[in-house]
């Protein structure tokens, strides 16, 4: 099974930004050709597609998050990457990288008023 680890959560006032990263571990060329996605499931409500990109580069957002959150991917380094500007007390959710059928362990976005 493919182990993903999050770093970057963390807490920051409206406004601010934050970057995301997920590493995978897999090898350079399995990485390369699948693609990646962040999801986000905030407090008593259901998990929810942020950004998604695929093997070729292309990406896809949620239209709550579109040009203010930026996905991006690293395949020499086999993580993928979510840069969070302009950040909202409504982005406030733990967020959760997915690859190949697995989840990463979440990490906590908190942004304050």
């Known amino acids: 099974q493919v182990q993903l680890v999050e770093s970057g959560g963390g807490l920051v006032q409206a406004g601010g930004s934050l970057r995301l990263s997920c590493a995978a571990s897999?090898?350079?060329?399995?990485?390369?050709?699948?693609?990646m996605a962040w999801y986000r499931q905030a407090l008593g409500k259901q998990r929810e597609l942020v950004a998604r990109?695929?093997?070729?580069?292309?990406?896809n957002y949620a239209d709550s998050v579109k040009g203010r959150f930026t996905i991006s991917r690293d395949n020499d380094k086999t993580t993928v990457y979510l840069q969070m500007n302009n950040l909202t007390p409504e982005d406030t959710a733990v967020y959760y990288c997915?690859?190949?059928?697995?989840w990463g362990q979440g990490t906590q976005v908190t942004v304050s008023s």
């Open positions: 897999v090898s350079r060329s399995f990485f390369s050709i699948n693609g």
């Open positions: 990109t695929n093997s070729g580069g292309s990406t």
């Open positions: 997915y690859f190949f059928g697995s």
